[in-house]
């Protein structure tokens, strides 16, 4: 199995940057997903992390360590839309089957 | 083109019964996979279907069951329900399934009394 570890909850203000991690145990990894999901609506897709380095997109970017088991999805200039739940899911075990951690919550305040 | 849809949005079943959930994947994709969300067990794999076989298939008793049909349409019955069973059960589907981003539906809340 994996063993995936992201916090529960985060709070941030509109405007400021915020760096939401994720742990995770697997063997034969390929491959990291984060997806947003908005109270109510379907996950959607973020970004898709194989190699490591740091994969940026806009005002969303992430980061992943094969070597440390260690991801981070890093969101600037905050807007309030992007109060949500965040999922981190890597590959591994052989399967192109992901594995969601239980979502992090991120509340944007004004 | 249209997105992943699914139905019914919302059911009510009591225990002991059984139901069963629609899943039309967007045109042109064959591999359509079922999750289970809840609160305090996030998004769960239930099994994967491709091309009308069950591909892929997660740790849930035989009573979770599905099958996928010629136009890569899918559904997902559950027998016997149990209160534990209730929860959002989400549908999402990708061209291969293989290194692809998955598309989610908006899924159905069960809930079961």
């Known amino acids: 199995g994996q063993n995936i570890d992201q916090p529960t909850e985060m709070t941030a203000t509109e405007g400021a940057i915020v760096q939401i991690n994720c742990t995770y145990q697997t063997s034969g990894f390929n491959g990291l997903f984060w997806y947003q999901q908005h109270a109510g609506e379907a996950p959607t897709f973020l970004s898709y992390?194989?190699?490591?380095g740091l994969e940026e997109k806009g005002r969303f970017s992430s980061f992943l360590s094969r070597s440390k088991g260690y991801s981070y999805l890093l969101l600037k200039e905050l807007q309030m839309k992007d109060s949500a739940s965040y999922l981190c899911a890597p590959r591994g075990g052989g399967s192109y089957i992901p594995t969601f951690g239980r979502g992090t919550s991120l509340i944007v305040h004004p | 083109k249209a997105g992943v849809t699914q139905t019914p949005r919302y059911l009510i079943k009591t225990r002991g019964q059984q139901v069963t959930l629609s899943c039309s994947p967007i045109s042109g994709h064959r591999s359509v996979s079922w999750y289970q969300q809840t609160p305090g067990q996030g998004l769960q794999f239930l099994f994967e279907?491709?091309?009308?076989?069950?591909?892929n298939k997660g740790n849930f008793p035989g009573r979770f069951s599905g099958r996928q049909f010629s136009n890569s349409r899918s559904e997902m019955n559950v027998s016997t329900l149990e209160l534990g069973d209730s929860a959002l059960y989400l549908c999402?589907?990708?061209?291969?399934?293989?290194?692809?981003?998955?598309?989610f539906g908006s899924g159905t809340q069960l809930s079961v009394l």
């Open positions: 992390n194989v190699l490591d």
């Open positions: 999402a589907s990708s061209e291969e399934g293989g290194n692809e981003k998955l598309f």
């Open positions: 279907y491709f091309s009308e076989t069950q591909r």
